[in-house]
């Protein structure tokens, strides 16, 4: 019904930036929060942040002041423009959307995840 298609994952050094995308399409009448989640080997997977449909954002702590989450609400597509990259921002980052498809119900939808490696 709806498929997430993430890019922009990769290698980088400490204190460089890479830029994810996450494209949306499928049976869409409206979609709601876009937001990235990250899950490092081992760990729990983690908010990193959100946007809504009126641009209101939400980061977690640990990305505050370097992570920028934005979206392209016409062509179903939120970036996260990551900065001052650190070893521990090392995870696979998954797109996450809640979506109002056309029988009329909302659901909840994840991307396949992109890795993002950052190296000391």
């Known amino acids: 019904q709806v498929q997430l298609v993430e890019s922009g994952g990769g290698l980088v050094q400490a204190g460089g930036s890479l830029r994810l995308s996450c494209t949306a399409s499928?049976?869409?009448?409206?979609?709601?929060?876009m937001a990235w989640y990250r899950q490092a080997p081992g760990k729990q997977r983690d908010l990193v942040a959100s946007i809504t449909s009126g641009g209101s954002t939400n980061y977690a702590d640990p990305v505050k002041g370097r992570f920028t989450i934005s979206r392209d609400s016409a062509k179903n597509t939120v970036f996260l423009q990551m900065n001052s990259l650190k070893p521990e921002d090392t995870a696979v980052y998954l797109c996450?959307?809640?979506?109002?498809?056309?029988?009329?119900?909302?659901?909840?939808?994840w991307g396949q995840g992109t890795p993002v490696t950052v190296s000391s």
């Open positions: 996450y959307t809640i979506v109002l498809i056309d029988t009329g119900y909302t659901y909840q939808y």
């Open positions: 499928g049976n869409i009448v409206n979609i709601n929060t």
